[in-house]
Protein backbone atom coordinates (compact mmCIF):
# COMPACT_ATOMS: atom_id res chain seq x y z
CA UNK A 1 0.00 0.00 0.00
CA UNK A 2 3.00 2.26 1.09
CA UNK A 3 4.37 1.87 -2.43
CA UNK A 4 0.96 2.36 -4.11
CA UNK A 5 0.50 5.46 -1.83
CA UNK A 6 3.84 6.77 -2.94
CA UNK A 7 3.22 6.33 -6.53
CA UNK A 8 -0.27 8.20 -6.27
CA UNK A 9 1.11 11.06 -4.89
CA UNK A 10 3.99 11.00 -7.20
CA UNK A 11 1.68 11.07 -10.01
CA UNK A 12 -0.35 13.85 -8.35
CA UNK A 13 2.33 15.81 -8.04
CA UNK A 14 3.47 15.83 -11.60
CA UNK A 15 -0.35 16.53 -12.68
CA UNK A 16 0.12 19.65 -10.48
CA UNK A 17 3.11 20.56 -11.94
CA UNK A 18 2.23 20.26 -15.52
CA UNK A 19 -1.33 21.68 -15.00
CA UNK A 20 0.72 24.61 -13.61
CA UNK A 21 2.36 24.84 -16.75
CA UNK A 22 -0.37 24.64 -19.11
CA UNK A 23 -2.42 27.08 -17.19
CA UNK A 24 0.66 29.94 -17.51
CA UNK A 25 0.38 29.32 -20.96
CA UNK A 26 -2.53 31.56 -22.86
CA UNK A 27 -3.90 29.64 -25.83
CA UNK A 28 -5.68 31.79 -28.06
CA UNK A 29 -8.23 29.95 -30.67
CA UNK A 30 -8.09 31.28 -34.76
CA UNK A 31 -11.42 30.68 -36.75
CA UNK A 32 -10.11 29.96 -40.08
CA UNK A 33 -12.23 28.93 -43.18
CA UNK A 34 -10.02 28.92 -46.33
CA UNK A 35 -8.57 25.86 -46.95
CA UNK A 36 -5.19 25.12 -45.03
CA UNK A 37 -3.04 25.13 -47.75
CA UNK A 38 -4.15 28.56 -49.02
CA UNK A 39 -1.60 30.96 -48.66
CA UNK A 40 -3.30 33.44 -46.33
CA UNK A 41 -3.36 30.67 -43.88
CA UNK A 42 0.51 29.22 -44.62
CA UNK A 43 2.13 32.69 -45.45
CA UNK A 44 -0.01 34.94 -43.15
CA UNK A 45 -1.82 33.27 -39.88
CA UNK A 46 0.81 30.76 -39.51
CA UNK A 47 3.60 33.47 -39.50
CA UNK A 48 1.49 35.61 -37.35
CA UNK A 49 1.07 32.87 -35.19
CA UNK A 50 4.27 31.78 -34.82
CA UNK A 51 5.44 35.50 -33.97
CA UNK A 52 2.70 36.00 -31.56
CA UNK A 53 4.50 32.97 -29.89
CA UNK A 54 8.35 34.06 -30.40
CA UNK A 55 7.78 37.69 -29.13
CA UNK A 56 5.86 36.54 -25.69
CA UNK A 57 8.09 33.61 -25.45
CA UNK A 58 5.41 31.32 -25.38
CA UNK A 59 3.29 32.31 -22.90
CA UNK A 60 0.65 32.90 -25.69
CA UNK A 61 0.20 30.59 -28.62
CA UNK A 62 -2.30 30.65 -31.51
CA UNK A 63 -4.09 27.55 -32.41
CA UNK A 64 -5.47 27.56 -35.96
CA UNK A 65 -8.58 25.12 -35.90
CA UNK A 66 -8.90 22.61 -38.11
CA UNK A 67 -12.40 23.56 -39.98
CA UNK A 68 -14.69 26.83 -39.64
CA UNK A 69 -17.07 27.30 -36.78
CA UNK A 70 -19.16 29.45 -38.90
CA UNK A 71 -19.48 30.67 -42.70
CA UNK A 72 -17.05 33.11 -43.70
CA UNK A 73 -19.39 36.22 -43.44
CA UNK A 74 -19.91 35.26 -40.00
CA UNK A 75 -16.39 35.71 -38.69
CA UNK A 76 -16.71 39.13 -37.47
CA UNK A 77 -18.99 38.19 -35.00
CA UNK A 78 -17.27 35.21 -34.07
CA UNK A 79 -14.37 37.20 -32.57
CA UNK A 80 -16.55 40.06 -31.53
CA UNK A 81 -18.48 37.41 -29.28
CA UNK A 82 -15.76 35.52 -27.93
CA UNK A 83 -16.49 32.47 -29.23
CA UNK A 84 -13.24 32.06 -31.36
CA UNK A 85 -10.18 34.61 -30.18
CA UNK A 86 -9.36 35.76 -33.58
CA UNK A 87 -10.86 35.36 -37.10
CA UNK A 88 -10.00 37.07 -40.73
CA UNK A 89 -12.54 37.53 -43.36
CA UNK A 90 -13.52 39.95 -46.44
CA UNK A 91 -15.12 43.41 -45.60
CA UNK A 92 -17.65 42.98 -48.53
CA UNK A 93 -19.18 39.83 -47.31
CA UNK A 94 -21.49 41.46 -45.13
CA UNK A 95 -22.58 44.28 -47.00
CA UNK A 96 -23.24 47.83 -45.17
CA UNK A 97 -21.82 46.91 -42.03
CA UNK A 98 -17.91 48.20 -42.53
CA UNK A 99 -18.68 51.43 -44.86
CA UNK A 100 -15.14 52.90 -44.40
CA UNK A 101 -13.53 49.61 -46.08
CA UNK A 102 -14.92 50.25 -49.59
CA UNK A 103 -12.41 53.25 -49.88
CA UNK A 104 -9.39 50.80 -50.05
CA UNK A 105 -11.86 48.84 -52.59
CA UNK A 106 -11.61 52.00 -55.23
CA UNK A 107 -10.67 50.94 -58.43
CA UNK A 108 -6.85 52.11 -60.18
CA UNK A 109 -5.24 52.84 -56.22
CA UNK A 110 -2.18 50.89 -57.48
CA UNK A 111 -0.46 47.90 -58.72
CA UNK A 112 0.96 46.55 -55.39
CA UNK A 113 -0.73 44.73 -52.75
CA UNK A 114 1.99 45.89 -49.98
CA UNK A 115 1.59 49.59 -51.05
CA UNK A 116 -2.26 49.54 -51.17
CA UNK A 117 -2.39 47.71 -47.52
CA UNK A 118 -0.03 49.61 -46.12
CA UNK A 119 -1.79 53.22 -47.68
CA UNK A 120 -5.16 51.97 -46.29
CA UNK A 121 -3.94 50.85 -42.75
CA UNK A 122 -2.42 54.22 -42.19
CA UNK A 123 -5.37 56.40 -43.60
CA UNK A 124 -7.21 53.62 -40.61
CA UNK A 125 -5.12 54.66 -38.36
CA UNK A 126 -5.37 58.25 -38.91
CA UNK A 127 -9.06 58.45 -39.80
CA UNK A 128 -11.39 55.38 -40.71
CA UNK A 129 -10.80 54.51 -37.12
CA UNK A 130 -13.09 57.26 -35.91
CA UNK A 131 -16.18 55.24 -37.65
CA UNK A 132 -15.53 53.00 -34.81
CA UNK A 133 -17.11 50.16 -36.82
CA UNK A 134 -15.08 46.99 -35.38
CA UNK A 135 -16.05 47.76 -31.91
CA UNK A 136 -15.42 44.96 -29.69
CA UNK A 137 -12.54 43.92 -31.02
CA UNK A 138 -8.68 44.56 -31.69
CA UNK A 139 -8.06 45.11 -35.13
CA UNK A 140 -4.92 43.23 -35.81
CA UNK A 141 -4.77 44.05 -39.45
CA UNK A 142 -6.48 45.75 -42.27
CA UNK A 143 -4.75 44.71 -45.92
CA UNK A 144 -5.84 44.59 -49.80
CA UNK A 145 -5.61 41.60 -51.82
CA UNK A 146 -4.12 41.94 -55.35
CA UNK A 147 -5.24 44.06 -58.18
CA UNK A 148 -8.49 42.58 -59.40
CA UNK A 149 -8.62 42.11 -62.78
CA UNK A 150 -11.54 39.96 -64.96
CA UNK A 151 -11.55 36.62 -66.23
CA UNK A 152 -14.02 34.93 -68.68
CA UNK A 153 -15.02 31.35 -70.62
CA UNK A 154 -15.46 32.10 -73.83
CA UNK A 155 -15.36 34.56 -76.47
CA UNK A 156 -12.49 37.45 -76.38
CA UNK A 157 -11.87 39.53 -73.38
CA UNK A 158 -10.08 42.46 -74.86
CA UNK A 159 -12.06 45.37 -73.70
CA UNK A 160 -14.27 45.89 -70.90
CA UNK A 161 -17.40 46.30 -72.92
CA UNK A 162 -16.66 42.49 -73.35
CA UNK A 163 -18.62 41.11 -70.36
CA UNK A 164 -22.12 43.03 -70.94
CA UNK A 165 -24.96 40.85 -70.48
CA UNK A 166 -22.13 37.99 -69.21
CA UNK A 167 -22.91 36.98 -65.49
CA UNK A 168 -19.87 37.75 -63.12
CA UNK A 169 -19.09 36.31 -59.66
CA UNK A 170 -17.85 39.24 -57.34
CA UNK A 171 -16.97 39.42 -53.46
CA UNK A 172 -17.98 42.79 -52.45
CA UNK A 173 -20.63 45.39 -53.09
CA UNK A 174 -18.27 47.95 -54.95
CA UNK A 175 -16.94 45.02 -57.42
CA UNK A 176 -20.95 44.56 -57.78
CA UNK A 177 -21.22 48.15 -58.80
CA UNK A 178 -18.21 48.15 -61.27
CA UNK A 179 -19.74 44.94 -63.20
CA UNK A 180 -23.16 46.71 -63.31
CA UNK A 181 -21.53 49.66 -65.01
CA UNK A 182 -20.04 47.08 -67.20
CA UNK A 183 -23.63 46.12 -68.49
CA UNK A 184 -22.81 42.73 -66.17
CA UNK A 185 -24.71 40.64 -64.57
CA UNK A 186 -23.28 40.45 -60.82
CA UNK A 187 -23.49 36.78 -59.11
CA UNK A 188 -22.78 37.11 -55.40
CA UNK A 189 -20.38 34.16 -53.39
CA UNK A 190 -17.00 33.90 -51.06
CA UNK A 191 -13.68 33.15 -53.00
CA UNK A 192 -14.21 29.49 -52.06
CA UNK A 193 -17.12 29.09 -54.47
CA UNK A 194 -15.87 30.44 -56.74
CA UNK A 195 -15.26 26.96 -58.82
CA UNK A 196 -18.49 25.99 -57.59
CA UNK A 197 -20.53 28.64 -59.76
CA UNK A 198 -18.47 28.29 -62.66
CA UNK A 199 -18.01 24.64 -63.53
CA UNK A 200 -22.04 24.68 -62.41
CA UNK A 201 -22.39 27.72 -64.96
CA UNK A 202 -23.95 29.50 -62.61
CA UNK A 203 -21.42 32.29 -63.76
CA UNK A 204 -19.58 32.95 -66.85
CA UNK A 205 -16.70 34.88 -65.59
CA UNK A 206 -15.28 35.90 -62.26
CA UNK A 207 -13.95 39.34 -60.57
CA UNK A 208 -10.44 38.11 -59.25
CA UNK A 209 -7.09 38.66 -58.43
CA UNK A 210 -4.34 36.24 -60.13
CA UNK A 211 -3.23 33.88 -57.40
CA UNK A 212 -6.93 33.13 -56.33
CA UNK A 213 -8.06 31.82 -60.13
CA UNK A 214 -4.59 29.77 -59.87
CA UNK A 215 -5.05 28.67 -56.41
CA UNK A 216 -9.22 27.95 -56.19
CA UNK A 217 -8.14 25.96 -59.40
CA UNK A 218 -9.80 27.97 -61.96
CA UNK A 219 -7.43 27.84 -64.83
CA UNK A 220 -9.47 25.11 -66.55
CA UNK A 221 -12.80 26.79 -66.57
CA UNK A 222 -11.36 30.17 -68.02
CA UNK A 223 -9.68 30.89 -71.06
CA UNK A 224 -9.46 35.17 -71.11
CA UNK A 225 -8.24 37.68 -68.91
CA UNK A 226 -8.22 41.65 -69.01
CA UNK A 227 -6.19 43.30 -66.56
CA UNK A 228 -6.09 47.45 -65.87
CA UNK A 229 -3.42 49.00 -64.34
CA UNK A 230 -3.58 50.10 -61.02
CA UNK A 231 -6.32 47.28 -60.57
CA UNK A 232 -9.76 47.28 -61.88
CA UNK A 233 -10.45 47.11 -58.19
CA UNK A 234 -9.34 45.26 -54.83
CA UNK A 235 -10.83 43.39 -52.24
CA UNK A 236 -10.30 44.83 -47.57
CA UNK A 237 -9.97 42.07 -45.47
CA UNK A 238 -9.75 42.21 -41.77
CA UNK A 239 -7.69 40.20 -38.72
CA UNK A 240 -9.22 40.91 -35.72
CA UNK A 241 -9.08 39.26 -31.55
CA UNK A 242 -11.90 39.59 -29.01
CA UNK A 243 -11.13 43.20 -27.24
CA UNK A 244 -11.73 41.70 -23.81
CA UNK A 245 -9.22 38.18 -24.63
CA UNK A 246 -6.68 40.94 -25.46
CA UNK A 247 -7.52 43.03 -22.55
CA UNK A 248 -7.07 40.06 -20.24
CA UNK A 249 -3.33 39.26 -21.24
CA UNK A 250 -0.21 40.45 -19.55
CA UNK A 251 0.75 43.81 -20.01
CA UNK A 252 4.05 42.73 -20.93
CA UNK A 253 2.83 40.28 -23.28
CA UNK A 254 0.11 42.76 -24.93
CA UNK A 255 3.29 44.96 -25.53
CA UNK A 256 4.58 42.53 -27.25
CA UNK A 257 2.01 41.37 -29.56
CA UNK A 258 1.70 44.77 -30.58
CA UNK A 259 5.36 44.96 -32.50
CA UNK A 260 4.00 42.60 -34.88
CA UNK A 261 0.77 43.23 -35.19
CA UNK A 262 -0.64 46.32 -37.20
CA UNK A 263 1.41 47.83 -39.46
CA UNK A 264 4.19 45.06 -39.97
CA UNK A 265 1.40 42.61 -40.04
CA UNK A 266 -0.35 44.21 -43.14
CA UNK A 267 3.27 44.45 -44.86
CA UNK A 268 3.27 40.78 -44.71
CA UNK A 269 0.02 40.42 -45.78
CA UNK A 270 0.34 42.59 -48.71
CA UNK A 271 3.93 41.23 -49.62
CA UNK A 272 2.14 37.46 -50.06
CA UNK A 273 -0.38 38.69 -51.77
CA UNK A 274 1.85 40.02 -54.23
CA UNK A 275 4.35 37.52 -54.49
CA UNK A 276 1.74 34.65 -54.78
CA UNK A 277 0.05 36.86 -57.70
CA UNK A 278 2.87 36.30 -59.65
CA UNK A 279 2.75 33.14 -58.90
CA UNK A 280 -0.30 32.32 -60.24
CA UNK A 281 0.26 34.96 -63.66
CA UNK A 282 3.42 32.47 -64.18
CA UNK A 283 0.68 29.54 -63.72
CA UNK A 284 -1.79 30.65 -66.59
CA UNK A 285 1.17 31.40 -69.20
CA UNK A 286 -0.18 29.21 -72.39
CA UNK A 287 -3.46 28.64 -70.81
CA UNK A 288 -5.29 31.78 -70.83
CA UNK A 289 -4.93 34.66 -72.89
CA UNK A 290 -4.42 37.79 -71.36
CA UNK A 291 -5.22 41.34 -72.34
CA UNK A 292 -4.16 45.16 -70.71
CA UNK A 293 -6.87 47.55 -71.21
CA UNK A 294 -5.30 50.73 -72.70
CA UNK A 295 -4.85 54.10 -71.08
CA UNK A 296 -7.23 55.49 -72.73
CA UNK A 297 -9.91 52.90 -71.90
CA UNK A 298 -8.61 53.05 -68.14
CA UNK A 299 -9.80 56.97 -68.53
CA UNK A 300 -12.76 56.40 -70.06
CA UNK A 301 -13.48 53.97 -67.04
CA UNK A 302 -12.98 56.73 -64.24
CA UNK A 303 -15.35 58.62 -66.03
CA UNK A 304 -18.19 56.32 -66.16
CA UNK A 305 -17.14 54.93 -62.57
CA UNK A 306 -17.29 58.33 -61.21
CA UNK A 307 -20.49 58.67 -60.17
CA UNK A 308 -20.89 54.82 -58.07
CA UNK A 309 -16.79 56.83 -56.73
CA UNK A 310 -19.00 59.86 -55.38
CA UNK A 311 -22.11 57.72 -54.09
CA UNK A 312 -19.62 55.51 -52.22
CA UNK A 313 -17.34 58.87 -50.79
CA UNK A 314 -20.99 60.01 -49.35
CA UNK A 315 -21.60 57.08 -47.83
CA UNK A 316 -18.85 56.83 -45.68
CA UNK A 317 -19.07 60.61 -44.51
CA UNK A 318 -22.14 59.03 -42.84
CA UNK A 319 -20.08 57.19 -40.86
CA UNK A 320 -19.13 60.20 -39.03
CA UNK A 321 -15.45 60.89 -41.14
CA UNK A 322 -14.93 62.91 -43.72
CA UNK A 323 -15.16 60.49 -46.85
CA UNK A 324 -13.50 62.83 -49.24
CA UNK A 325 -10.71 63.54 -47.48
CA UNK A 326 -10.29 60.33 -46.47
CA UNK A 327 -9.72 59.39 -50.13
CA UNK A 328 -7.63 61.61 -50.85
CA UNK A 329 -5.27 60.58 -47.92
CA UNK A 330 -5.63 56.70 -49.03
CA UNK A 331 -4.51 57.64 -52.35
CA UNK A 332 -1.48 60.09 -50.50
CA UNK A 333 -0.45 57.55 -48.62
CA UNK A 334 -0.29 54.73 -51.56
CA UNK A 335 1.57 56.97 -53.34
CA UNK A 336 4.00 57.51 -49.99
CA UNK A 337 4.15 53.83 -49.18
CA UNK A 338 5.22 53.03 -52.85
CA UNK A 339 8.40 55.67 -52.80
CA UNK A 340 9.62 54.09 -49.67
Known amino acids: ?24 QTVLTLNSWLPPSHPQVTQLMQPMAEDIERVTEGRVKVQILPAPLAPPPASFD ?9 TYSVNGYTPGRFKTAVLGEMPFLGDSAETVSIGYWRTYEKMLKDANEYEGVKVLALFTHGPGAIFMKGGELTTP ?36 LLSQGIADGILFPFESVSFFNLIPLLDQGLEFPGGLYNTTMFIVMNQAKFDSLDPKDREAIETVIGEPLVRRAGKMWDTVDAAG ?60
Do not use: W
Open 78 to 86: LAKNGIADI
Open 1 to 24: MNVITSFALAGATALGLMTGAASA
Open 161 to 196: EAIAGKKVRVGSTLAHDLATGLGAVPVEGPSSKAYE
Open 281 to 340: RSAMEGKITLHKATAEEVEALKVKFQPMIDKRIAEVSTSGVDGAAAYEMLQAEIAKAAAE
